[in-house]
């Protein structure tokens, strides 16, 4: 599906993998708003690698061609679509990678929100709400998501700030909302002195005010990136805060990114995009 199309025949293209995530809407909103400011020559696809992989080959087939300057993708591990970068790289065309870096030998720009840096800050306003003391626990994404131990060494870096903090344990909640209620409630039926939880997704963050509910007991939550949702708990208090990836402005940078390139500038291998931190003050001058 085409998101949008300044020209005739784009110079840069970018293939963004939607997983339905706020992440992701909030990356290709960073485009579109790019490429309409600076008029660029720039079509946008949404590609599903997984469940639609012909199509979205193809795809990206008809943009590796002499005149693309550019292109824009958010990889993944698909030996089809190593090919065509390969052939991209061949044909000059530079790579732009958004959210996860590209393969080792087809080199490229990656723009992202450092990951770890980002959990760390999490980490210290967690503390923060528990007021320097107590029992943690992290329910991580999925262990097969290489930002979960990114995630992880970030919290258990802050959290080895404070001394009288200890982490229980560090749970996996694949990243849902029904599987995070069942695992908090089992740890707080062990552990009912917990009064810290470090939610490493929305959906995390959202199961984990669900499961607390049920309970008496005060516990601070500060989760990893957000939803409308999580949003809304933050509003009303029942999220302490939470720490997100600066999606936008990684869309948004990639279409600068490939306008520099056009113009003949050179750009850095790595550009990181900083990372965004909302607690209950701040979303109330919103």
Partial sequence: MVLTANHDYAEVYAFISSDG???????IDGIKDAADLYNANLEVYNINLTDDEESSINLIKKAVRRTTKAIIITPAENQQLYKQLERAREKGIHLIYLDSEGPDDIPGTYIYSDNELAAEKAGQMLAEGMKHRGKAVMLNISSDDPKALERQNGFCKAMEEYQQISIINIFDCNGSKENTQKTLNDILAAFPEI?????ACPEIAAGTAAALSQWKQEVKIVG??????TSELLRKGQIFGYVSQNSYKIGYEAVETALNIISGQAVPDRIDTGCEVRTMYSMSQK
């Fill in 195 to 199: 009064n810290g939880v470090f939610a």
């Fill in 224 to 229: 990893f990136d957000f939803t409308e949702e």
């Fill in 21 to 27: 995530s706020e992440h992701r809407r909030l990356i």
